[in-house]
């Protein structure tokens, strides 16, 4: 116990922001409202898959996977994921990547060895939540404070729908909003300009019952071409993750 108690100290001082690493296959950003105990409660999480890879190892434990806090995973966007602006079809006004610039993308697509991140509100009750949901993207956090974060849609070599955009919030669907039905799960493509550690702040609201304004917001990590160190102080930091529940 005194050994697993100074790891997480030492994991915790080097860097707080970096937890369990989630590198692969299926996962979710997803929003709950549930009992838990203390009164229903409207939360943001990530709920991964029995399969997802989280520090070397399937999660497992339960067919529909396990649900972990926000802070306590971070999200690898391994080497395999670059691309070159001017191969892809993504407009530059969104990803703020200049033609020949390299750009990291966890593909909207399920390829193995990625993590294949949606976003979903399949846990909400369309009769409590009959409006639907409302995601926004807030603060960014880049590797060196102007790097540009984007996420979008892509059917084959149609033009890109861009949901959020460090770079141009003007050119997306909704200002750096994404509407969602209850009970929807989707998945779209994450873009990031630059290698390095990432902070993506996401809001969520929705109307409970059609008259209470519910929120919740939480800080997403993603770790771009992660280095051997970074592996170690994921390991570090899974020590102590809880998972939130199942």
């Known amino acids: 116990m005194r050994i697993k108690a100074s790891l997480l100290i030492i994991g915790s001082l080097i860097n707080p922001s970096i937890a369990a690493l989630y590198s692969a296959d299926h996962g979710d950003i997803g929003i709950a409202y549930e009992d838990e105990g203390d009164g229903p409660e409207f939360f943001l999480h990530y709920h991964l898959g029995e399969n997802a890879i989280l520090d070397g190892s399937p999660v497992g434990n339960a067919p529909d996977g396990e649900e972990f806090e926000p802070g306590d995973i971070t999200t690898v966007v391994p080497a395999s994921t670059q691309a070159t602006m001017g191969s892809t079809t993504v407009l530059n006004t969104g990803t703020g990547v200049a033609d020949g610039s390299p750009i990291w993308i966890l593909p909207q697509g399920d390829n193995p060895g990625v993590p294949f991140l949606g976003i979903a509100a399949e846990e909400l009750d369309a009769s409590l939540f009959p409006g639907g949901v409302t995601f926004s993207l807030g603060s960014v956090t880049s590797p060196s ?7 979008w849609q892509q059917s084959g070599i149609s033009t890109p729908e861009f949901f959020f955009s460090t770079n141009s919030p003007g050119d997306t669907t909704a200002g750096n909003e994404l509407n969602m039905n ?3 799960h989707d998945h779209f493509n994450y873009g990031f300009s630059e290698p390095g550690m990432w902070e993506v702040e996401l809001s969520v609201s929705a109307m409970l019952n059609g008259t209470d304004l519910l929120t919740d917001t939480e800080t997403f990590s ?3 071409v992660p280095e051997p160190s970074t592996a170690l102080l994921g390991a570090l930091g899974a020590l102590g993750l809880l998972r939130r529940r199942r």
Do not use: N, R, T, Y
Not at 145 to 151: I, Q
């Open 145 to 151: 404070g102007s790097g540009h974060f984007s996420l």
């Open 222 to 224: 993603f770790q771009v």
């Open 182 to 184: 209850s009970g929807a």
